[in-house]
Every structure is written in structure tokens, then in C-alpha cells.
């Protein structure tokens, strides 16, 4: 069945430095993946998303890279800010229905000053 | 524009009993969709209504149900409730489809 594995599960940066969070997804008429910032106790803050007949995509200190033939995207965060400590979540359409969204478990990002 | 409403926003009920959550989308937005988060299974899709139908499904059983009305406003229903229920409970809206999802606050629900 779908599938979206994220990597890391925890992620220690400290401010200033650059973050990355790795999605593979497995089903193929996936076309749409969006990533999404949690903070305690509030749902899902949509951040960035992409659209599978685009690489890449760069929204000031974010920006996402998909790779549809290896299956992957991921996100990038630049210059990292306290404010950016959170749950970040990456999604993949299931098929080709951006309303059915399959998750990530989750990255647990701690941005230390 | 207001963002996705959800009430109410804290529930605890006992296990036998249904509950039933609301959700009020962006203004003009006509699909939503449900999501049931916990702590071990993570986001999972419930259903999604676009113009009062149910467009997709999730791997839920039949206590979990939903409907919309004409105004895009939606509710689910999950009857007979165990303490497996335990969770929070997204709705997102979107304008057409396909299309962004934006998520509410969630509905957090204890059962006893």
C-alpha cells in the first residue's frame, strides 16, 4: 500500500545552521507533496509544497527538491531560527487526489540559540 | 479569511458512547477532509466530502462516518467509542481539488 517514510526522527540544529528532512514515498501517481510545520497543541501549518513537474521550489529560507524518479523529496531550511523548532511533517497525494494525503511520521526539530 | 474552525476543541467521553466533531471550512472552500492523529500511528486519513459527497476514504471502520452539508460545513461521527479513539481529530479544508489543504486547530477527544 502508500507509503511515506521520514528521516531523521529528531533533528538538533543550532541557529544558523541548515536543516534538512528526507521523504520517500512508494506510490507512484503520487503528484502532489506538501510539508507541514506543527507546534504544540495547533494543527498543521502548511509551509511549502510541490508539484510533481517541479524539482524545486524556494520560498525565502525554505525550499523543497523532489526526485519522482527516485521517489524522494525533501525539505531545507536555511539559517535556522528558534522560531523554527517544531514537528515537521512531509505528505504525498495518494494518487493523484491532493484531498487524501499519506504522512510522514514526523521530524522533531529543536533549533538551539 | 477566517481560518478552518473546529469545535468543539476539547472532548472526554466515555467508552460506548459516539461523539460527534464539527468542522466550518475557509469561506468558499468546498472539500474537507478528516485526519485522525495519535502519538503511534501518526497522521492517518479519514475521509474527505467535496459538494456533500464522500470523494475518498480511509482504512477506518464503520463507526468512523461523516457527512457535509451544503454550506461545506462537516461533521464525523464515531460511534460506540473505545479508548483506542483516543486522538486528535484534523479537518482540512481546500477550495476545489485538487488543492492545498489548510488544517484547523483539531478537536482533541479522551475517551475514559
Known amino acids: 500500500g502508500e507509503n511515506v517514510e521520514q528521516h531523521p526522527s529528531t533533528l538538533s540544529v543550532q541557529e544558523g545552521d541548515s536543516a534538512v528532512i528526507k521523504c520517500t514515498y512508494s506510490?507512484?501517481?503520487?503528484?502532489?507533496f506538501p510539508w507541514y510545520k506543527q507546534e504544540l497543541g495547533k494543527g498543521p501549518q502548511l509551509i511549502i509544497d510541490i508539484r510533481s513537474n517541479v524539482g524545486e521550489k524556494k520560498d525565502q529560507r525554505i525550499a523543497v527538491t523532489l526526485n519522482k524518479t527516485a521517489k524522494h523529496f525533501s525539505l531545507h531550511i536555511t539559517e535556522t531560527q528558534p522560531e523554527d523548532s517544531a514537528v515537521y511533517f512531509c505528505?504525498?497525494?495518494?494518487?493523484?487526489?491532493?484531498?487524501?494525503?499519506?504522512f510522514g511520521a514526523g521530524t522533531q526539530v529543536v533549533v538551539t540559540p | 479569511k477566517a481560518g478552518v474552525t473546529q469545535t468543539p476543541r476539547y472532548l472526554i467521553k466515555t467508552r460506548g458512547q459516539q461523539v460527534t466533531l464539527s468542522c466550518s471550512p475557509i469561506?468558499?472552500?468546498?472539500?474537507v477532509s478528516w485526519y485522525q492523529q495519535t502519538p503511534g500511528q501518526g497522521l492517518q486519513f479519514l475521509f474527505e466530502?467535496?459538494?456533500?459527497?464522500?470523494?475518498n476514504k480511509g482504512n477506518f471502520p464503520g463507526r468512523f462516518s461523516g457527512r457535509q452539508f451544503s454550506n461545506s460545513r462537516s461533521e464525523m461521527n464515531v460511534s460506540t467509542l473505545e479508548l483506542g479513539d483516543s486522538a486528535l481529530y484534523l479537518c482540512a479544508s481546500s477550495s476545489t481539488g485538487p488543492d492545498t489543504q489548510y488544517f484547523g486547530p483539531g478537536t482533541r477527544l479522551t475517551v475514559l
Open positions: 469561506s468558499g472552500h468546498r472539500s
Open positions: 505528505a504525498a497525494s495518494i494518487g493523484d487526489s491532493w484531498g487524501k494525503l499519506q
Open positions: 466530502y467535496f459538494s456533500e459527497t464522500q470523494r
Open positions: 506510490d507512484s501517481a503520487s503528484n502532489y
